[in-house]
């Protein structure tokens, strides 16, 4: 029998470490077993590209008193749901997608129960809404929407050019034993990953009964506005106080604002070049100004 005293000294952790520890085999076997099976009313999963504002968003709507949800991707909080961290891609799922596709077929209701009660360990009291964001559920919404009916999707998008900078700037595929021994991934990678997202949320989007799209622009421009919005959506109240100022994303402390042209700026004429050729037709489509816009 498990001796829920011997679990104590886990409280003692901090914030990050615990986190860390619930993306373990061990943590995933804690949760599963400890955990409440999540049962809220209604499920919302944001998704989108990786360094889009999918944090940001998540994280302010979890500050609302009728919303729950795990503090960091659900994906790693879970053993039953596949991400491309655990192939050596961090941030990168398009080149590894056909090993990470699942089917309604390969959940049974023990996996799914499996999953609500890890979710539901990380998630705090019982609420009426639980909100998950996993940037690698962007490839699988309609699956979601099988496994969860009535599932609400929230897609973040954002200009290319800014996420692919990002994508390059974070991802750590060395720490990961990326399968091609890649230290620092090329531009090419990161915007064709960008490309990738957008054009299967584009795809999927009449699938989904419930589909709503904030643009990263928008959101850091007036927040309050943005999320009034998506509080209509969700069908939750409004939102007693203002997000705008200084938000804690990723650890940090800083202001909500629009970082595309900081982004952009690191940019070299030649990642410049070669955004414009990978993705330029479509930044372009959606009303974002071409890379070689800021040469």
């Not at 919005?229 to 629009?258: M, N, Q, T, Y």
Request: net charge positive; glycine share 6%; proline share 8%.
């Amino acid at each position: 029998m498990l001796d829920l005293a011997r679990l104590r000294p886990l409280d003692q952790l901090p914030a990050r470490a615990w986190r860390r520890f619930g993306r373990t085999p061990a943590g995933h076997a804690l949760a599963a077993r400890l955990g409440p099976e999540a049962r809220p009313e209604r499920w919302v999963f944001v998704t989108g590209c990786y360094n889009s504002g999918t944090t940001l968003l998540a994280d302010a709507l979890r500050t609302h008193p009728q919303v729950m949800g795990p503090p960091a991707e659900g994906v790693y909080l879970t053993d039953r749901l596949s991400h491309p961290e655990a192939l050596g891609w961090p941030r990168m799922w398009h080149v590894c997608l056909d090993r990470l596709e699942q089917r309604p077929e390969d959940f049974s209701p023990d996996d799914l129960r499996r999953i609500r009660r890890q979710w539901g360990f990380w998630s705090g009291p019982p609420r009426p809404v639980l909100v998950e964001k996993s940037i690698a559920n962007t490839y699988r919404m309609p699956l979601l929407q099988q496994l969860f009916p009535g599932a609400i999707f929230i897609h973040v998008l954002r200009d290319g050019a800014a996420a692919a900078e990002g994508i390059r700037r974070k991802a750590r595929p060395a720490e990961r034993g990326n399968p091609q021994g890649l230290i620092r991934y090329p531009i090419e990678l990161c915007i064709r990953q960008w490309r990738a997202s957008v054009e299967l949320a584009a795809r999927d989007r009449p699938r989904l009964e419930r589909f709503i799209e904030v643009r990263y622009e928008d959101l850091t421009r007036d927040i309050d506005a943005e999320l009034a919005r998506l509080a209509e959506f969700i069908g939750i109240a409004p939102f007693a106080r203002s997000h705008a100022g200084v938000k804690r994303v990723h650890g940090e402390e800083r202001p909500v604002a629009d970082l595309n042209a900081a982004s952009r700026a690191r940019l070299s004429a030649e990642d410049r070049r070669i955004i414009d050729r990978e993705a330029g037709d479509l930044l372009r489509a959606l009303g974002y100004p071409p890379a070689d816009a800021d040469a």
